[in-house]
Nanobody, 119 residues
Framework: QVQLVESGGGLVQPGGSLRLSCAVSGVGFSFYDMTWYRQTPGTQRELVATITSGDNTNYADSVKGRFAISRDNAKNTVYLQMNTLKPEDTAVYYC?????????????WGQGTQVTVSS
C-alpha cells in the first residue's frame, strides 16, 4: 500500500520559517519525482516546488529564493524548507509522487498539512 504522510505544518508569524516533511512508503521512492503543491479554499491546487529523481529542482516564481525542496532517498522523505513566510503562503500543502514507466504514469498524493502564516 502506497502512503505519503506530510508533517511539519502549523501556525507561524510572517517572516518565520517552517520545514515540511513527506514520508513515502510502498513505492521505490528514488525513482519518483516529488512535488509539493498547495491549495486554498475555492482555488486550484498550485505547484510550489518539484525535485526530480535526478535531483533537478523547479520552483513557482512566488516562492523562488524563499523555499527549498530536498530529498533523502535513504529515508524515503522529501522536504520543503520555507523561509520568510508571508500571509499569502497560507494554504494546505500536499505532497505528490509521480513516475512515468513505459508510457504509464503512476501518481500518489498525501493527505495534506495546513500552513497558516499570521500575526
Amino acid at each position: 500500500q502506497v502512503q505519503l504522510v506530510e508533517s511539519g505544518g502549523g501556525l507561524v508569524q510572517p517572516g518565520g520559517s517552517l520545514r515540511l516533511s513527506c514520508a513515502v512508503s510502498g513505492v521505490g521512492f528514488s525513482f519518483y519525482d516529488m512535488t509539493w503543491y498547495r491549495q486554498t479554499p475555492g482555488t486550484q491546487r498550485e505547484l510550489v516546488a518539484t525535485i526530480t529523481s535526478g535531483d533537478n529542482t523547479n520552483y513557482a516564481d512566488s516562492v523562488k529564493g524563499r523555499f527549498a525542496i530536498s530529498r533523502d532517498n535513504a529515508k524515503n522523505t522529501v522536504y520543503l524548507q520555507m523561509n520568510t513566510l508571508k500571509p499569502e503562503d497560507t494554504a494546505v500543502y500536499y505532497c505528490n509522487a509521480r513516475r512515468n514507466l513505459l508510457g504509464t504514469t503512476f501518481g500518489y498524493w498525501g493527505q495534506g498539512t495546513q500552513v497558516t502564516v499570521s500575526s
